[in-house]
């Protein structure tokens, strides 16, 4: 699939979180160990506060970029419903600065490693050049299967 065919793919039909807590607008790549997302800060966002989105929404960002990795999967792939998946750990959260209403953020995660259940990632999030933060992340996925666009 190319980054335009993914950019069609209506988000909210492969992630488990639902409007106002989506902190991603697109998914831009899927392979078996890399996934690329975007989102855009807009003012009316939960977690902007003075112009700022707020640091915690950045972890929010990479583990729904891990969400986006594993719904597309299920629902594109094996033609299944969205699996579930829950934050096990963060480690080592480096956050350089927060973005601005307006900046774009693409967020990249890469697979280290999956066993049973778990999925290692490291992640970086971009404006334009810059990285803003990284982070490795551990995510449980758990046995609980939604259909797309059910809320949580």
């Given amino acids: 699939?190319?980054?335009q065919q993914f950019e069609q793919i209506d988000i909210a039909t492969i992630?488990?979180?639902?409007?106002?807590?989506?902190?991603?607008?697109?998914?831009?790549?899927f392979d078996q160990t890399t996934?690329?997302?975007?989102?855009?800060?807009?003012?009316?966002?939960?977690?902007?506060?003075?112009?700022?989105?707020?640091?915690?929404a950045l972890a929010e960002n990479i583990a729904?970029?891990?969400?986006?990795?594993?719904?597309?999967?299920?629902?594109?792939?094996?033609?299944?419903?969205?699996?579930?998946?829950?934050?096990?750990?963060?480690?080592?959260?480096?956050?350089?600065?927060?973005?601005?209403?307006?900046e774009t953020l693409v967020t990249t995660i890469r697979v280290k490693q999956e066993v049973m259940g778990l999925t290692l990632v490291d992640a970086a999030i971009n404006v334009g050049d810059e990285v803003i933060t990284t982070a490795e992340m551990k995510i449980a996925l758990s046995d609980i299967e939604m259909q797309p666009n059910t809320a949580i």
Avoid: E, W
């Fill in 1 to 3: 699939m190319t980054q």
């Fill in 15 to 29: 992630l488990p979180q639902q409007p106002p807590f989506v902190m991603i607008d697109k998914l831009l790549h």
């Fill in 35 to 56: 996934t690329v997302t975007r989102f855009v800060v807009r003012s009316d966002n939960l977690f902007v506060s003075d112009g700022t989105l707020n640091p915690c």
């Fill in 64 to 102: 729904q970029t891990c969400a986006a990795r594993l719904g597309y999967y299920n629902v594109y792939v094996l033609k299944r419903g969205v699996q579930l998946g829950f934050i096990g750990a963060i480690r080592d959260m480096q956050v350089h600065r927060a973005p601005v209403v307006g």
